[in-house]
């Protein structure tokens, strides 16, 4: 009874070659309700070319989804603010470059939910931990980090702009 | 008739029967003991593993959240042990010729899991759920301790019934805000238990039937 002969997940098992009780899917498997036809948002491009556009309305609740998301698997290496100074590059990893770089701040978005979903260069790809609605969310958190770092104040809307004045003060 | 007891035998009857008690006694105590001992339930002993993997480094020291690694514990039954993948994410750059992490990298290369020995191991009879409790505002360091503080992970709770119990039988002793889930350090707050009823209530726990027997053995 206490160790019944079934296998649960992450079980061992003498039957199979590579010694676990789970197995892979078989390519091409397509899970039931996952035709995932639509490529704008499960491709992040039509064909060759990065969306340009997010493929669905981007919300507060997206916003704050994608920062917690941000701060479980990017921030890490990319540094909370996005200035690629995180922990793991300050112990020896390769820097990844700041998303404040007018190459990526001009990058369509379509870019990133590519880098998420395929990796880039020596980073890996994160398409098995973060599902698509999610790579969507991180992608719209990391454009507001990129306005958060070049705005002016002139951009903040009156009743903001009066606060920060007299903050300053 | 020759009397065929001495005199002495009743003070070997009325000794051997309180030592027939004390052995009882003795015996019961010491089998409630070994039970309840490290060394039967683990408690407190750091379980060795082919990797030293060090939650203290990566968590503690470096930040790493839970979900980097454990992925599936907000949706799922399980919280999962990483792929190798997981790790190779940074030990690709990092510690590459490390012969610590030598297992890891025959475990890339020959596509075969790494086999971690089982901290927390559940008898199969007992069916238990990470994301309820996760979702409901009980935070991993209730059941797993202070993670950021273990160099090699071992368990600080039996996970015997008795202590499942305690908390289903009152669940606001223990339970926190769903921010305060994934922080290993929170601390209950002074008023925990007035906190604690007001979160059962917004959380909507099913506190009534939380101690059915069938809620655990299904």
Same mark, same amino acid.
């Not at chain 1, 948002?41 to 917690?68: C, D, K, S």
């Not at chain 1, 969507?136 to 009066?162: H, K």
């Not at chain 2, 499942?164 to 223990?174: G, S, V």
């Given at each position: 009874?206490?160790?019944?002969?079934?296998?649960?997940?992450?079980?061992?098992?003498?039957?199979?070659?590579?010694?676990?009780?789970?197995?892979?899917?078989?390519?091409?498997?397509?899970?039931?309700?996952?035709?995932?036809?639509?490529?704008?948002?499960?491709?992040?491009?039509?064909?060759?070319?990065?969306?340009?556009?997010?493929?669905?309305?981007?919300?507060?609740?997206?916003?704050?989804?994608?920062?917690?998301?941000?701060?479980?698997?990017?921030?890490?290496?990319?540094?909370?603010?996005?200035?690629?100074?995180?922990?793991?590059?300050?112990?020896?990893?390769?820097?990844?470059?700041?998303?404040?770089?007018?190459?990526?701040?001009?990058?369509?978005?379509?870019?990133?939910?590519?880098?998420?979903?395929?990796?880039?260069?020596?980073?890996?790809?994160?398409?098995?931990?973060?599902?698509?609605?999610?790579?969507?969310?991180?992608?719209?958190?990391?454009?507001?980090?990129?306005?958060?770092?070049?705005?002016?104040?002139?951009?903040?809307?009156?009743?903001?702009?009066?606060?920060?004045?007299?903050?300053?003060? | 008739?020759?009397?065929?007891?001495?005199?002495?035998?009743?003070?070997?009857?009325?000794?051997?029967?309180?030592?027939?008690?004390?052995?009882?006694?003795?015996?019961?105590?010491?089998?409630?003991?070994?039970?309840?001992?490290?060394?039967?339930?683990?408690?407190?002993?750091?379980?060795?593993?082919?990797?030293?993997?060090?939650?203290?480094?990566?968590?503690?020291?470096?930040?790493?959240?839970?979900?980097?690694?454990?992925?599936?514990?907000?949706?799922?039954?399980?919280?999962?042990?990483?792929?190798?993948?997981?790790?190779?994410?940074?030990?690709?750059?990092?510690?590459?010729?490390?012969?610590?992490?030598?297992?890891?990298?025959?475990?890339?290369?020959?596509?075969?899991?790494?086999?971690?020995?089982?901290?927390?191991?559940?008898?199969?009879?007992?069916?238990?759920?990470?994301?309820?409790?996760?979702?409901?505002?009980?935070?991993?360091?209730?059941?797993?301790?202070?993670?950021?503080?273990?160099?090699?992970?071992?368990?600080?709770?039996?996970?015997?019934?008795?202590?499942?119990?305690?908390?289903?039988?009152?669940?606001?002793?223990?339970?926190?805000?769903?921010?305060?889930?994934?922080?290993?350090?929170?601390?209950?707050?002074?008023?925990?238990?007035?906190?604690?009823?007001?979160?059962?209530?917004?959380?909507?726990?099913?506190?009534?039937?939380?101690?059915? /027997?069938?809620? /655990?053995?299904?």
């Amino acid at each position: 009874m206490y160790s019944q002969p079934r296998s649960d997940p992450l079980e061992p098992s003498k039957f199979f070659k590579n010694g676990a009780a789970s197995r892979p899917l078989v390519p091409g498997t397509v899970a039931r309700g996952h035709l995932d036809a639509d490529q704008a948002f499960y491709q992040g491009a039509i064909g060759t070319n990065f969306v340009e556009e997010f493929p669905m309305p981007v919300t507060r609740q997206v916003l704050e989804r994608g920062r917690e998301r941000y701060n479980i698997y990017c921030s890490v290496c990319h540094g909370a603010i996005g200035d690629g100074n995180g922990m793991i590059p300050q112990r020896g990893y390769p820097h990844p470059p700041s998303y404040h770089i007018d190459r990526l701040r001009q990058a369509p978005v379509g870019h990133y939910y590519d880098v998420i979903t395929h990796g880039y260069g020596v980073m890996y790809s994160y398409a098995s931990r973060v599902e698509p609605a999610d790579r969507w969310a991180i992608t719209a958190y990391i454009r507001a980090l990129q306005l958060s770092q070049n705005s002016r104040l002139d951009d903040l809307p009156p009743n903001e702009r009066v606060k920060l004045e007299a903050q300053n003060k | 008739m020759p009397q065929l007891f001495h005199r002495r035998s009743n003070t070997i009857a009325r000794v051997s029967i309180l030592a027939v008690v004390l052995l009882v006694t003795a015996g019961g105590w010491l089998l409630h003991a070994s039970f309840w001992s490290p060394y039967m339930t683990k408690v407190n002993v750091p379980i060795e593993q082919p990797v030293p993997f060090s939650h203290e480094h990566h968590y503690g020291g470096l930040g790493i959240d839970c979900r980097y690694c454990h992925t599936s514990v907000e949706k799922s039954s399980f919280a999962g042990i990483p792929p190798t993948e997981t790790c190779m994410t940074c030990h690709s750059q990092l510690y590459t010729d490390q012969p610590i992490l030598a297992p890891v990298r025959e475990s890339l290369a020959t596509d075969t899991p790494m086999k971690w020995n089982r901290v927390h191991d559940l008898p199969d009879f007992v069916f238990f759920n990470h994301s309820i409790h996760v979702t409901k505002g009980i935070g991993c360091s209730t059941c797993h301790g202070q993670v950021q503080k273990m160099p090699l992970m071992w368990k600080v709770n039996t996970l015997y019934m008795k202590w499942c119990l305690d908390c289903h039988r009152d669940p606001a002793k223990y339970i926190r805000p769903r921010e305060e889930v994934f922080n290993m350090s929170w601390l209950p707050p002074i008023n925990q238990l007035a906190q604690g009823r007001k979160l059962v209530k917004d959380y909507h726990v099913n506190a009534k039937q939380l101690t059915d /027997c069938s809620m /655990c053995h299904r």
